[in-house]
């Protein structure tokens, strides 16, 4: 079974932040991390391949230095790795990244395709199901445990609001994962010597023959207007003394408050 | 490229580095700054550079794809989940509204599933117009039937708006509508604003797990597609006099290579749901023990209202997931919310930090959950908490 996991490389969200005085972004020394859904819908990738004795291909979107993230799949047992690199790309919104990650799928053929949710930089969900749509094939999202899987088709659990669906689809089908759904391996030792060596397949936008204006920013709908940092709260009421005085203060902020 | 770096110019100070968002800027060996494919053209570094040496190349965005006055109105995607409507629709509804009021335009909902009778509702709700399909195949959630069947509707009726909730099923088959449409889409919104010169769609969102807002647009393709999260938007007027029209939908032949063979629900353990409490008590891992919740849920009781998590609780292992508030969690917006042993990570504020009132509870007085509290409590949850439980019982009589 061929399985592609698209992976993305995001900075640690947890530490960017803006400097609300200066409105700029603060992000000294802040690490790339492999978005840490994906690691998961890797995990699920590699649990896949080990059952199916599949292979399992990564893909990945962004500057060169991408070419990390895609050696740490390796490590942890990926056989492939495709980089999708290239100026043109450069300001692809949602639309624009699923379009080209979509051609270069299409060009390396996959029965599942896994992705991470979302990921932590953008948090959109978006890339995944717009993908299925331009590969022309089913998308089952936030999927939590995989139930079963044969050679045409594949049940698994969907997280919904107030509980799980069980669902089943035909294969091809792409798959978003959330945390829930297993827990990532370690790299080997082994899967660290043949992460160092292995060789990472690069493509641009002559190779997978896509229009210019299909791509990168041209190719996207939706335009950053600006940024700015979120509103601080104002009001505030500071209690004071005690334990025993500040549970009394707030107990009558309640009442007046009518919650009782 | 329209930013490049203007290489006689630039000195490779690094100032433009520390503004970028994207982390799009590196100083390359040559000691000069460069800008890589992360860039989103944000214009942040372009005022940024004290030597002006980062210029905006002007090119042309994506084609205008559209005939601006053939595209008019907005739509909400009203859910129904096991045939009752989702409380984020008639939020959506008074968001939308007040977006068609600004543009003089109608506003209809459009319903897949569920009764005439609820299409009828939505018109009380504010909707002008209801486009209703009853067919059974939308009875449980599977993407491709709903996304072909909107995809169709909007090729028809041509909205100028689309606006939906970034709940599990609006966030799952939204893509594939704008996918296929080749229009753009914006996450989880918390405002939405008419641009007073355009009349485009002004939509902010989060980023970065809420340390960075945006303002996106999508100017030249229509519709504009929206996702916005649950409880951010009020709820609009319900008007029994209001009249509409509802519109059947005639579905043709929708098919659909997924299947929903089973939807099992999770008791939460508590009998109000998280997104529609009015008051929260919430604890994280300063409770130190699944002992703590007991303490939480006796308070909760008190004030009639339910029981959150931060992640490290749920994490632990002393409370189920449904509980958990925050950017992995759910989204909430009560009247009160009260943060006990929770420091308030961003990933935490990010869930709760619109609620009207939050209180806080912490032995720590640098933990980030005082800077968005309404009133704090520096102390141990254990001696406050059965303080204030007695108190309100007092008060309570």
Not at chain 1, 247 to 255: G, S, W, Y
Not at chain 2, 120 to 136: F, P, Q, R, T
Not at chain 2, 198 to 212: E, K, S, Y
Not at chain 2, 336 to 346: L, R
Request: glycine fraction near 8%; charge should be negative; hydrophobic fraction near 40%.
């Amino acid at each position: 079974m061929n399985i592609v996991v698209c992976i993305k490389q995001v900075p640690d969200s947890a530490e960017v932040r803006i400097n609300p005085e200066t409105n700029t972004l603060i992000r000294d020394g802040v690490p790339t991390i492999i978005n840490p859904y994906d690691m998961h819908a890797i995990e699920a990738g590699l649990q896949i391949k080990e059952m199916t004795k599949g292979k399992v291909t990564v893909i990945t979107m962004g500057p060169p230095q991408a070419e990390s993230a895609l050696r740490e799949a390796i490590s942890m047992g990926s056989d492939d790795a495709v980089l999708l690199s290239d100026r043109a790309f450069a300001g692809a919104d949602t639309w624009a990244t699923a379009f080209t990650i979509s051609k270069a799928i299409a060009k390396i053929g996959a029965d599942i395709i896994i992705c991470g949710k979302q990921a932590i930089d953008g948090d959109t969900a978006q890339v995944g199901p717009e993908m299925a749509e331009f590969l022309d094939i089913p998308h089952i999202a936030y999927i939590r445990k995989i139930e079963d899987i044969k050679p045409d088709s594949i049940k698994v659990q969907r997280m919904m609001d107030e509980g799980y669906d069980i669902v089943e689809s035909s294969l091809p089908v792409l798959l978003t994962v959330v945390k829930e759904l297993n827990q990532p391996r370690l790299p080997s030792l082994k899967g660290k010597m043949s992460a160092k060596k292995a060789e990472i397949k690069k493509l641009g936008d002559k190779e997978l023959e896509i229009d210019e204006k299909d791509t990168g920013l041209k190719g996207s709908p939706t335009q950053v207007k600006n940024i700015f940092a979120p509103e601080a709260r104002s009001e505030r009421k500071i209690l004071a003394g005690n334990i025993e005085e500040q549970v009394n203060q707030l107990a009558e902020e309640l009442k007046q408050l009518k919650c009782l | 490229m329209p930013i490049i770096v203007d290489r006689d110019k630039c000195t490779g100070c690094e100032t433009c580095i520390s503004v970028c968002p994207f982390d799009a800027i590196k100083i390359r060996d040559d000691g000069k700054a460069f800008i890589n494919e992360y860039c989103q053209a944000c214009m942040a570094c372009l005022s940024a550079c004290p030597e002006g040496a980062i210029i905006e190349i002007k090119e042309e965005g994506a084609p205008i794809s559209y005939q601006p006055s053939d595209y008019k109105g907005v739509w909400v995607f009203a859910e129904q989940r096991e045939g009752s409507i989702a409380h984020v629709s008639l939020e959506l509804l008074g968001a939308g509204r007040k977006l068609a009021d600004e543009l003089k335009t109608e506003l209809s909902a459009v319903l897949f599933g569920a009764t005439e009778k609820d299409a009828n509702e939505l018109i009380k709700w504010e909707a002008d117009k209801v486009y209703h399909s009853g067919n059974a195949i939308f009875e449980k959630f599977n993407d491709e039937p709903y996304s072909r069947l909107l995809v169709n509707l909007i090729k028809e009726h041509k909205p100028s708006i689309v606006l939906a909730g970034a709940t599990p099923i609006g966030r799952s088959f939204i893509p594939r509508v704008a996918a296929r449409l080749r229009t753009g889409l914006t996450a989880d919104c918390t405002s939405l604003a008419i641009d007073k010169d355009t009349g485009n769609l002004l939509q902010v969102r989060p980023a970065f797990g809420g340390n960075i807002m945006a303002t996106i647009l999508c100017p030249n393709h229509r519709p504009q597609i929206a996702t916005v999260r649950p409880r951010v938007m009020k709820r609009g007027e319900y008007n029994p006099e209001k009249r509409g029209e509802i519109v059947p939908v005639n579905t043709g032949n929708l098919t659909s290579r997924t299947r929903v063979i089973e939807t099992i629900k999770e008791a939460s353990g508590c009998k109000v749901n998280l997104q529609e409490a009015d008051i929260i008590v919430a604890g994280g891992r300063g409770l130190g023990d699944v002992k703590g919740f007991n303490l939480l849920f006796e308070l909760a009781e008190v004030l009639g209202g339910t029981v959150g998590a931060s992640r490290a609780a749920v994490d632990e292992g002393w409370i189920q997931y449904s509980h958990q508030v925050g950017q992995t969690g759910k989204t909430v917006c009560p009247k009160i919310y009260i943060a006990c042993g929770i420091s308030g990570a961003v990933q935490h504020l990010v869930g709760m930090q619109s609620s009207d009132i939050i209180i806080a509870i912490n032995k720590n007085p640098e933990a980030p959950i005082f800077n968005v509290a309404t009133y704090g409590i520096v102390g141990d949850l254990y001696e406050a908490l059965p303080l204030l439980i007695k108190k309100l019982k007092e008060a309570k009589g």
